[in-house]
């Protein structure tokens, strides 16, 4: 093991507490033992020597320690030229790349060692590259290849250049705009439109999944959760799959039968936090969030962020309805709400479904204060309504008048 590798590989397992400075030390007395014997440990030789880490823990931190040093050179993929890291996750590394046979800038997806040989991350790489390539849509991150090499498999797909909405958000620090987040929705909106329409379900649209191109392009990414619409997904029974923050309620419970419901219930999520700052449900524990999309009474985001629109607000609550039956139906008719937000119109559809009487008299029950602009307006005045009053200082002055006539004519005779 080179000199600065052993600092590293010091530096590492001290970091994540695998030792103490106490285990370090005895370890580095077995090194300099070995030194007088003739044959030299190197300090990841020491460690296992001195039992302070076993055999399991020392190989996967060397396998770490290797993916650290993984670089364009030293990583060859037929037909791609890999420039430079661009990401790295608790599962994959992402480069920006170049597709030599079309001098095209992609992005190229490799899976780390610790996730390529599991053969479920295995599995779900190249589902994902199969998914990804059935559909073809400009809100789409695009598929292009897929494949392994020195154990290694990876995901070609299109590069963007931009950011993704998580980082957009994170960057912000605030609620973005009502309209900007409007377009973002109607963008993914569409993109799962198209996918359902290939009989596809994302199963975890988030922010992270989300690319935003530098033209404002609103791209839906990562499709390795997705699976057929018409795949009952027995194997999946009792297992939830999704982020928790996004998750809908009926993936948390572990129903195979979901659809495209659970796609606008994420969306639903999302548009949530971009416009209040914040997802829909907090929780100390995954485990506690998951169980407030089932259980918990959503905070309407307008009381969040009082600056919505009555229209956005009564979206997203349609959006994030418990029931799949509650919510819209299709992707398509949550594109006609959008849109009617969108160019100041009400969204009909959840009007239908929720009723705006329906919400006053919740938001009463709840103690919660009407909003001016959910009251009913006032009814013009008529200029010929009058009260009872009125209408007898009417027909007293009537009266007079008749007899100041027949008075005047009287006198004249």
């Not at 590798?5 to 590492?12: D, H, L």
């Not at 400009?138 to 897929?146: C, F, G, R």
């Not at 009463?364 to 009125?390: F, I, S, W, Y």
Request: charged share 25%; net charge neutral; hydrophobic share 40%.
């Amino acid at each position: 093991m080179p000199v600065l590798t052993e600092a590293r590989f010091e530096q590492y397992i001290l970091e994540r507490g695998l030792v103490s400075e106490e285990d370090v030390k005895k370890a580095r007395a077995v090194q300099a033992e070995s030194r007088t014997t003739g044959v030299v440990l190197n300090l990841a030789q020491a460690v296992l020597k001195a039992s302070v880490m076993t055999d399991g823990q020392v190989r996967r931190v060397l396998a770490a320690l290797k993916e650290e040093t993984l670089t364009p050179q030293t990583l060859q993929i037929p037909g791609i030229e890999l420039l430079e890291r661009i990401g790295r996750g608790s599962q994959a590394v992402v480069y920006k790349a170049r597709q030599v046979s079309v001098d095209r800038i992609v992005a190229v997806k490799v899976l780390l060692s610790k996730t390529a040989r599991d053969p479920e991350a295995r599995r779900r790489l190249v589902q994902e590259a199969r998914t990804a390539a059935k559909l073809a849509h400009n809100n789409i991150v695009q598929a292009i290849d897929a494949g392994e090499v020195d154990g290694y498999p990876y995901f070609v797909q299109e590069f963007i250049d931009g950011t993704t909405l998580y980082d957009e958000l994170k960057r912000l620090g605030h609620p973005m705009a009502e309209q900007r987040a409007l377009e973002i929705t109607v963008q993914i909106a569409e993109a799962l439109a198209h996918a359902h329409s290939r009989g596809l379900i994302h199963r975890d649209v988030k922010p992270k999944n989300i690319m935003l191109t530098r033209e404002g392009v609103a791209k839906l990414a990562d499709m390795g959760l997705a699976r057929q619409a018409d795949d009952a997904g027995l194997d999946e029974v009792g297992k939830a799959f999704g982020t928790p923050y996004y998750i809908s309620p009926e993936q948390v419970m572990g129903n195979p039968n979901i659809d495209s419901r659970a796609d606008i219930y994420s969306l639903g999520a999302t548009f949530y936090e971009m416009l209040t700052g914040r997802p829909p449900f907090l929780a100390p524990t995954p485990q506690q969030v998951m169980q407030k999309h089932v259980s918990a009474r959503l905070v309407p985001p307008d009381h969040v962020n009082q600056t919505l629109s009555a229209g956005a607000s009564e979206v997203i609550e349609v959006m994030l309805s418990k029931r799949p039956e509650d919510r819209y139906a299709t992707p398509e008719e949550l594109l006609m709400d959008l849109r009617s937000v969108a160019a100041g119109q009400p969204p009909r559809i959840a009007r239908e479904k929720v009723g705006m009487g329906a919400q006053l008299l919740e938001g009463l029950a709840a103690g919660d204060q009407v909003r001016p602009e959910d009251r009913a307006p006032p009814k013009p005045a008529n200029p010929l309504a009058l009260n009872t009053l009125g209408w007898i200082l009417l027909v007293l002055l009537a009266l007079s008048v008749s007899l100041n006539i027949i008075q005047t004519f009287v006198d004249l005779v």
